[in-house]
């Protein structure tokens, strides 16, 4: 087996809602790499944790739930499915709820500490396009490119709010402008692995670029 840390890796972390989930699997795609959605994996333990009804502040449990997550993740036409007991969760691990209970548990040590080796598992050859918060401060601090992707949370919202309104969601903006502001404090503020920077990393603002621009400047970069 190769040694996982001549493996390169790719780490964009930023907040809910900067492009990194789009820009990072444009990019895996790419350069023909793997891809780690590790919101996905948070999500997952938080639909596991709803599941058996465990309470949020139960750290225990939670940790144990996250450590004997039975999730598998299948690429098919549609895209990448994520399956969770063996149930096809893809459509709802995406729900505004399920995104705030995970960013709640993900504030647990004992869940962050059972995730890191799932999450280091994907770091196969050819290479690794890592999405987080965390990618280049802990899970993988000698990626070889760490990119910050940023949007001021009033951009964030109205993009929510957009792909929300196409999926025929009801929505209100001002509504979801407050939880993002409450899930970025959440989650920059947490004492383990919070959401910042890695002291390398290249910070891109999005908030006046589109897709198409960010993803230009990282490939020029990788
Ligand atoms: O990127 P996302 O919205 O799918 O992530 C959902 C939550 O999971 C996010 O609010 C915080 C948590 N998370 C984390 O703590 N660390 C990561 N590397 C990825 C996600």
């Known amino acids: 087996m190769n040694n996982r840390a001549d493996v390169p890796v790719i780490a964009i972390d930023g907040p809910g809602g900067s492009g990194k989930g789009t820009i990072s699997t444009r990019l895996a795609e790419h350069l023909g790499w793997h891809f780690l959605d590790s919101g996905a994996l948070y999500r997952l333990t938080a639909l596991a944790v709803m599941k058996a009804g465990l309470p949020l502040d139960d750290e225990a449990a939670l940790g144990a739930a996250a450590d004997g997550l039975n999730i598998r993740f299948e690429t098919g036409k549609g895209g990448v499915k994520a399956l969770l007991d063996g149930e096809d969760v893809s459509t ?107 002291d390398d990393a290249v910070m891109i603002d999005s908030t006046l670029l589109s897709i198409e621009e960010v993803l230009k400047q990282v490939i020029n970069m990788v």
């Open 92 to 198: 709802r691990l995406r729900g505004e709820e399920v995104g705030i209970i995970a960013s709640k548990i993900a504030a647990t040590p004992a869940v962050r500490a059972a995730l890191v080796k799932r999450q280091r598992r994907f770091r196969k050859l050819p290479g690794l396009v890592a999405d987080g918060r965390d990618m280049g401060t802990v899970i993988f601090p000698d990626a070889n490119l760490k990119i910050y992707l940023t949007a001021s949370a009033e951009i964030r919202a109205q993009r929510r709010y957009k792909q929300l309104k196409e999926k025929g969601e009801s929505v209100n903006l001002s509504r979801l402008l407050g939880e993002i502001k409450a899930r970025d404090l959440r989650d920059q503020s947490r004492s383990i692995a919070p959401l910042k920077p890695a």
